[in-house]
């Protein structure tokens, strides 16, 4: 099983960026699916997840209007729609399965390897 996560780049002060990560080894369905950030000298915090079917999602409140999670199942994968970005959402960003709820997350087994976002003019 393994996750990959991309996307990531340089990007101006509200710009935007979309987050993939791509699922390989078993059927994406079948697990929810978090991303998690953690930032230089900061512990990692969770920004999203969505459930293995979709219909929960999950936001912290530093992104809640400005970022979209999202999933296609045929292909795998699960997005990470970044707009407004700022410079403290500068971070390498993970994806991780996990069981997500409307109101949080827990269980993280798989991490893929991170993407980094750095936010800067």
């Known amino acids: 099983l393994q996750l990959q996560a991309s996307g990531g780049g340089l990007v101006q002060p509200g710009g935007s960026l979309r987050l993939s990560c791509a699922a390989s080894g078993f059927t994406a369905g079948s697990s929810g699916i978090g991303w998690f950030r953690q930032a230089p000298g900061k512990e990692r915090e969770g920004v999203s997840c969505i459930s293995s079917s979709g219909s929960a999602t999950y936001y912290s409140n530093s992104v809640k209007g400005r970022f979209t999670i999202s999933r296609d199942n045929h292909k795998n994968t699960v997005y990470l729609q970044m707009n407004n970005l700022k410079p403290e959402d500068t971070a390498v960003y993970y994806c991780?399965?996990?069981?997500?709820?409307?109101?949080?997350?827990?269980?993280?087994?798989?991490w893929g390897k991170g993407t980094l976002v750095t936010v800067s003019s």
């Open positions: 991780a399965t996990l069981t997500c709820w409307r109101t949080g997350y827990y269980g993280m087994d798989y």
